[in-house]
């Protein structure tokens, strides 16, 4: 009965803030609403002082701080994308870039308290739709339609449904990762704070470092890189 | 000693989420084999060592899913409850 009260003090769950009703159906505001705007909200504040910046930059004049910064991370994120993809990176750039940082920002926003948007899966499985919807645009687009009933049947025809299930698991997979990397996180540091909460001060700190910033790093890092190599692969060589 | 049948289901469910985490120990062993490979190619050739490195993580993370599709299954079933 014990651990039953204790159970109580954790909280990591998704919770509704208020409803409403539109066309019959209870839509929920969530935490993860909550947490998404606040993340949207940094990210417009940076976007604009990052536009301002680099609008008003003298191609002349040593550059400052800031504008150092916001060069370094597109630098940073053209490398990433222009060593992974070759050639065929340039129309993916922005795509990529947005999705990084996007995954990014979320992951690290369990540092200000909030919730991350990434441990719902109704935020992780959009993003995993989108690049499954990329792959089969750049197949179709670059393999034909041809090519691509060639390689779904890629030994042979009986092989079909078997890599139809092989297409179909990439954004369940991909996006599952995700999600599950991120929660595991969260639940940790919920299990911390609510089950030790008179002693824990000072050295979660050094779990939010592996959970939240080395863990989200990584995940954010190996989520682009897998879109990047599942798109490059349905691009092909030509 | 009376159990009802919530009960009894809330212990299997979470004897089944302690089974459902032993998927750890794969990710665990495949993790270990790809850093000790990854130190080993360091060690052979010191000037690939960024790229050795992010090979390796990218090898991990994609090696770890399985473990954590065991968490998951643990975290449905202690938490969400499907069987209540």
Known sequence: MNSVILAADVNFMIKGIFSYQI???????????????????????????????????????????????VELMVEMLDNMITGCMGKSARPFLGYISTLFSFILISNFSGLLGLRPPTADYGVTFPLGLITFGLIFFNKIKHQGVGG??????????????????????????????????????????????????KIAWGWPGFLHLYFDLFSGAIQTYVFCMLTMTYVADAIGDG | ?????????????????????????????????????????????????????????????????????GLLIAMLLLFVKPFT
Not at chain 1, 29 to 52: E, K, Q
Not at chain 2, 9 to 27: D, K, N, T, Y
Not at chain 2, 40 to 46: C, L
Request: glycine fraction near 12%.
């Open chain 1, 23 to 69: 066309f019959g159906q209870t839509v929920w505001i969530t935490t993860t609403h909550v947490s998404l705007a606040i993340v949207f909200l940094l990210f417009i504040v940076f976007a604009c002082c990052a536009h301002h910046v680099i609008v008003n930059a003298d191609p002349y004049a040593k550059p400052g701080t800031f504008q150092n910064i």
């Open chain 1, 148 to 197: 691509f009933i060639k390689g779904l049947c890629d030994p042979w025809p009986i092989w079909a449904p078997i890599n139809v299930i092989g297409d179909i698991a990439v954004p369940v997979s991909i996006s599952l990762r995700l999600f599950a990397n991120i929660l595991s996180g969260t639940v940790m540091m919920a299990l911390v704070y609510g089950l030790l909460n």
């Open chain 2, 1 to 69: 000693m009376n159990i009802s049948g919530q009960e009894f289901i809330f212990g299997c469910s979470a004897i089944g989420a302690g089974l459902a985490v032993i998927a750890g120990i794969g990710p665990g062993v495949g993790q270990g084999i790809a850093a000790g490979h990854a130190a080993s190619a360091v060690g052979r050739n010191p000037g690939a060592k960024s790229d050795v490195t992010s090979t390796m993580l990218l090898g991990q993370a994609v090696a770890e899913t399985t473990g954590l599709y």
